[in-house]
């Protein structure tokens, strides 16, 4: 692993774990799970999970697939908040940080927080999938928290839980 700590599954050990949870909130009586990735790198293998799971039964499975939703988050910085999309960037950029700074502040360690990767955001992504965030920042962020706020983070929630809800009233 490029950065120590980092822990990581096998995308059939993560298959599994969806499929353990759900059925087993399907038995403890839960009619709706909503599942959320909190990593860009789970969208994929979380709609890959359900593909595998098929139909939930009892259970309606609604699940955060699409990427895209997580730039819609990111994308808030550039429209109301005038951080460039690159400053917001991908992994503990602008967004990332102001969002663990409206929850927990005191794990936040601001004095220690450095610019990353700030390029085009596509180039980014497509050298991250070739040869992970190390291909693409030496200390791992791919953004800029210097304007990051609890102010932001507060916004970029609200989105977010925006984002959720929308995904279940479709359903």
Same mark, same amino acid.
């Given at each position: 692993?490029?950065?120590? #700590?980092? /822990?990581?599954?096998?995308?059939? !050990?993560?298959?599994?774990?969806? #499929? ?5 909130? *399907?038995?403890? @009586? ?8 909190? &990593? ?5 293998? +979380? $709609? ?13 499975? /609604?699940?955060? !697939?699409?990427?895209?939703? /997580? ?11 005038? =951080?460039?999309? %690159?400053?917001?960037?991908? &992994? ?8 663990? +700074?409206?929850? &927990?502040?005191? +794990? ?9 990767? !700030? ?10 999938? $070739? ?8 200390? @791992? ?8 706020? *609890?102010? &932001? ?5 609200? =989105?977010?839980?925006?984002? =959720?809800?929308?995904?279940?009233? %479709?359903?």
């Amino acid at each position: 692993m490029d950065f120590p #700590g980092t /822990l990581s599954l096998e995308e059939s !050990t993560f298959h599994a774990i969806v #499929g353990d949870v759900v059925r087993s909130l *399907a038995r403890g @009586g839960f009619r709706r799970v909503v599942l959320l990735p909190g &990593h860009g790198g789970n969208f994929a293998p +979380l $709609a890959a999970a359900l593909e595998q799971l098929g139909d939930g039964g009892s259970v309606e499975i /609604l699940a955060v !697939t699409d990427i895209g939703e /997580l730039l819609r988050i990111a994308s808030i910085g550039e429209q109301e908040h005038g =951080v460039p999309l %690159a400053e917001g960037g991908l &992994h503990a950029g602008e967004w990332e940080a102001s969002m663990m +700074l409206a929850l &927990h502040p005191e +794990l936040v360690r601001m004095d220690r927080a450095e610019a990353g990767f !700030t390029g085009e955001l596509q180039e980014a992504v497509e050298r991250m999938f $070739a040869g992970g965030v190390k291909a693409v920042s030496e200390n @791992g962020a791919i953004g800029d928290p210097a304007r990051a706020s *609890a102010e &932001h983070g507060r916004r970029y929630w609200e =989105v977010a839980v925006e984002i =959720v809800m929308e995904n279940i009233e %479709a359903s």
